[in-house]
Nanobody
């Protein structure tokens, strides 16, 4: 098993930046494919994929609405994953979750399937004011 804890959320004005972190403990971190998801207010059934990263960071994937603004990265020595969010918009307001899974995934659709992740953090709130 792996345990995940997110941090770095907060309140920011539109156009601002935040950096989310996901700290992992337990098993070997590099064994896991990682993803960031988010759940907007009033959309409890819609936890949408934001970004994903392969085990050693060689491949990254983003939903269209965050491309060019968000950057996912990981540090397997520090057992951590990050999401740098720039040019934030009010529609980015959500609870952000990190997720991990050891099963192989090779393309965007693999990373985007929420059901394919066995391990989740508790989430961190990001609020972007207009």
């Amino acid at each position: 098993q792996v345990q995940l804890v997110e941090s770095g959320g907060g309140l920011v004005q539109a156009g601002g930046s935040l950096r989310l972190s996901c700290a992992a403990s337990g098993r070997i971190f590099s064994n896991y494919y990682m993803g960031w998801f988010r759940q907007a207010p009033g959309k409890e059934r819609e936890r949408e994929f934001v970004a994903g990263i392969s085990r050693y960071g060689s491949s990254t994937y983003y939903r269209d609405s965050v491309k060019g603004r968000f950057t996912i990265s990981r540090d397997n020595v520090k057992n951590a994953m990050y999401l740098q969010m720039n040019s934030l918009k009010p529609e980015d307001t959500a609870v952000y979750y990190c997720a991990a899974d050891p099963r192989y995934r090779g393309d965007y659709s693999d990373y985007a399937r929420r059901a394919e992740y066995d391990y989740w953090g508790q989430g961190t709130q990001v609020t972007v004011s207009s």
